[in-house]
C-alpha cells in the first residue's frame, strides 16, 4: 500500500499563495502517476493537476492553468502543488492520490489518496 500524506493547507486572501505538499511513505514506481483532486461542499470531485513520477509534461485543470504548478522530489518522495492568485472559487479539500499506470483526470483511476488538507480562500 502506498500512503499519501497532504500538509500546507490553510486560510489566504484572495490573490494569496499556498504550497502543498504529499508526503510519499512508500516508494513509487517510475509508472505511477501522481494528481492533486479537489472537492467543495456539495460538488464533484476535480482534477487539479498531475505529473508523472518519472518525468514529462505536467497536465492541468483547465480552471486552475497558469496559477497552479505542480512538481515533484524524487529524493525526497514528495509532490509539490504550488498556488498562486488563489480566488474564493479554489476553497476545498484538496487530496493527493497516485495511480499504477498513464495519469488521466479521473478520480476513478486512481488507486490511492491521501487524507486531503483544506484550503479557504476569503474574498
Known amino acids: 500500500q502506498v500512503q499519501l500524506v497532504e500538509s500546507g493547507g490553510g486560510l489566504v486572501q484572495a490573490g494569496g499563495s499556498l504550497r502543498l505538499s504529499c508526503a510519499v511513505s512508500?516508494?513509487?514506481?517510475?509508472?505511477?502517476?501522481m494528481g492533486w483532486f479537489r472537492q467543495a461542499p456539495g460538488k464533484e470531485r476535480e482534477f487539479v493537476a498531475g505529473?508523472?513520477?518519472?518525468?514529462?509534461?505536467?497536465y492541468y485543470g483547465n480552471s486552475v492553468k497558469g496559477r497552479f504548478t505542480i512538481s515533484r522530489d524524487n529524493a525526497n518522495d514528495t509532490v509539490i502543488l504550488q498556488m498562486n492568485r488563489l480566488k474564493p472559487d479554489d476553497t476545498a479539500v484538496y487530496y493527493c492520490?497516485?495511480?499504477?499506470?498513464?495519469?488521466?483526470?479521473?478520480?476513478?483511476?486512481?488507486?490511492?489518496w491521501g487524507q486531503g488538507t483544506q484550503v479557504t480562500v476569503s474574498s
Open positions: 512508500r516508494r513509487t514506481f517510475s509508472s505511477y502517476s
Open positions: 492520490a497516485a495511480r499504477d499506470g498513464v495519469g488521466t483526470g479521473l478520480s476513478r483511476d486512481y488507486d490511492f
Open positions: 505529473i508523472r513520477w518519472s518525468g514529462g509534461g505536467a
